[in-house]
């Protein structure tokens, strides 16, 4: 599975998760977290419970997961205020994505549920916090309402996956390339 993402808000997010024993995240401990998430993502709890979420994602070869700005805007912004609710909403994208791929047992990208699920968890947060607000957030919301948030991430998934292939043509070609004398 492939991750592009936001180091630093994925490490915030990992550093929340159980120590690392060497074991895998099962699916059932993988649910289990899900529903914890779900339900209290600012707790403790669920911080823990996002930590391994990511840490199924990145384990599982089950799911494809990818995160790149045009569908998870907010890992580009480089003010650090918010930041943990920042990487909480990265962790409910991850969340929401990886379930229904797991639940409808096919490996392909969905990242209309993990926005879904990051709406569920950003309306805690500003519930949480008065005045909360992430512009992308709420323009997506805004895309939801209007019936066009999923043609909007497919065609947003779809620009990544072919920008991504240009680039693994161009590193290729340059790989190959050579200089005669």
Known sequence: MKFLFSTL???????????????????DEFSNA?????????????????????EFAEQSHEIEITIASSLVPWIGIKDNTNADYRSLLLGAYVAGNAKSQITKGVKADDPYSGMLFVFAVYEKMKIETKGFKIAEIENFIKLEKRKQLKE??????????????????????????????
């Open 9 to 27: 808000l994925f490490c915030i997010l990992v550093s929340a998760s159980l120590a690392d024993d060497g074991k895998r995240v099962t699916k």
């Open 34 to 54: 899900t529903a914890c998430f779900h339900a209290e993502p600012l707790t403790e709890k669920g911080r823990v419970a996002a930590g391994l979420i990511v």
């Open 152 to 181: 909007h991430l497919e065609n947003n998934l779809k620009n990544e996956k072919r920008a991504e292939e240009n680039e693994r043509k161009n590193l290729k070609f340059q790989s190959c390339s050579f200089q005669h004398a």
